[in-house]
């Protein structure tokens, strides 16, 4: 199950606008655990939760699987995020849980990073070098990254895999001092993830961009 912004240019002003100017109200949607989570992404999720829960009825009654892997780029990345964590609690409790972002903001506070932590099996987010969304909205304001971040060079040709407890490691894209480029939140691997370019599938792509060892 994947996510992108509705295109380049509207996605990437839609994340500028909220990390900046808007308010940074928090939605808590999870019950008693007091996680609270951006109210922008909550609702972004809620506008295509119904059809996905519909595609994943069917998706599920034909394959039988066992383990869902949400992917997502900049605002998919988030709505990926949020998404997890509501299947997992409310609807797919048996069902093993993964994802896979890029240049994601962070979703929600400490509460839901530790939520998400302890409902998602694995969770690897790309950071690239200086992209500027991941530090959105800032961590001052209350919101914080859940682990574990994969923080690549400018180049593509190094990374390190930060932090598994922490998303906020120091030693990662936290220790830039001027985290601030567009460049690298619209460039993964040498792609541009998103609507405005001929995407593929999106479970074809993330096998072939992603980070992988010798």
Request: charge should be negative.
């Amino acid at each position: 199950m994947g996510g992108y912004g509705a295109d380049c240019c509207a996605s990437m002003y839609l994340l500028l606008i909220c990390g900046f100017c808007s308010s940074f109200a928090k939605a808590t949607p999870f019950g008693t655990t007091g996680a609270s989570v951006h109210t922008g992404f909550w609702k972004a999720y809620l506008d295509m939760k119904a059809k996905m829960l519909d595609g994943l009825t069917k998706a599920f009654s034909i394959s039988n699987a066992r383990a869902l892997i949400v992917v997502g780029h900049s605002l998919g990345g988030a709505m990926a995020e949020v998404a997890a964590v509501d299947l997992k609690m409310n609807y797919y409790p048996d069902k093993l849980f993964a994802a896979y972002t890029q240049g994601t903001p962070r979703s929600g506070d400490a509460a839901f990073a530790q939520l998400y932590a302890s409902q998602i099996s694995a969770s690897f987010r790309e950071i690239h070098y200086a992209d500027v969304v991941p530090h959105l909205p800032p961590e001052f304001l209350g919101f914080q990254h859940s682990a574990t971040e994969v923080w690549f060079d400018e180049a593509f040709s190094t990374w390190s895999v930060c932090s598994g407890d922490d998303g906020e490691d120091k030693a990662c894209a936290d220790s830039l001092l001027l985290p601030v480029s567009v460049t690298d939140h619209l460039s993964y691997h040498g792609t541009v993830p998103m609507n405005c370019v001929d995407n593929t599938d999106v479970i074809q792509w993330v096998n072939k961009t992603g980070p992988k060892r010798a």
